[in-house]
């Protein structure tokens, strides 16, 4: 959502630019801001995306990949960010009305992009919480408990019920003696 009003064949567009905004905030440091009508996210001062929707190219965003621009301009919704931006590693994707923006790669791209422009002691900071919540032990899912560890396989159960049935049989024949036979025994 940007400052200026969404055409209605592009609000499609919209969630994904929400959720890439969702994203940027999250990172330490960052403030918001709507110079030219276009959201804008940045640390420290310093910009580390521009992004907005409009019109004519639908949901258009800037990040900085000095890792892996070559890559991204490789790719047919991408191009050299304008007004010198590009020689610095700047790179600019459009999504049309119909097109799905790829938001795993773009969130990888938005923390290349932040990572570069943002303060050493952030990034620091970031890497931090990020060990941080590598190293926390995650409770234990229902799939993976001890409880449903132990239980028996069908097999062995099968093994017991056959077990069970032959223990009847012996006494059951017994039962069927001749009378005779019964007789005898008291």
């Known amino acids: 959502m940007t400052m200026m009003p969404v055409p209605r064949k592009m609000k499609r567009l919209e969630p994904f630019e929400l959720a890439l905004r969702k994203a940027g905030m999250a990172y330490p440091g960052v403030t918001e801001e709507f110079p030219w009508g276009h959201r804008t996210l940045k640390v420290n001062g310093k910009s580390f995306i521009f992004m907005g929707i409009n019109g004519k190219e639908g949901?258009?965003?800037s990040v900085k990949l000095p890792r892996s621009n070559g890559a991204a301009l490789m790719l047919s919704?991408?191009?050299?960010?304008?007004?010198?931006?590009?020689?610095?590693g700047w790179v600019t994707a459009y999504f049309g009305a119909k097109d799905t923006p790829p938001l795993k790669m773009?969130?990888?791209?938005?923390d290349e992009s932040y990572r570069a422009v943002a303060p050493e002691q952030l990034v620091d900071?970031?890497?931090?919480?990020a060990a941080?919540?590598?190293?926390?032990?995650?409770?234990?899912?229902?799939?993976?408990?001890?409880?449903?560890?132990?239980?028996p396989a069908p097999r062995k159960t099968?093994?017991?019920?056959?077990?069970?049935?032959?223990a009847p049989a012996k006494k059951s024949a017994a039962k069927?003696?001749?009378a005779s036979a019964r007789a005898r025994r008291t």
Request: proline share 9%; charged share 35%.
């Open 176 to 178: 069927k003696a001749p």
């Open 125 to 129: 900071r970031l890497d931090e919480i």
């Open 59 to 61: 949901l258009v965003l």
């Open 132 to 151: 941080t919540r590598a190293r926390a032990p995650r409770a234990p899912s229902r799939k993976s408990s001890p409880a449903a560890a132990k239980k």
């Open 158 to 166: 099968a093994v017991k019920k056959s077990a069970a049935k032959k």
């Open 77 to 88: 919704f991408t191009e050299p960010t304008r007004y010198g931006l590009g020689k610095s």
């Open 106 to 110: 773009l969130r990888q791209w938005l």
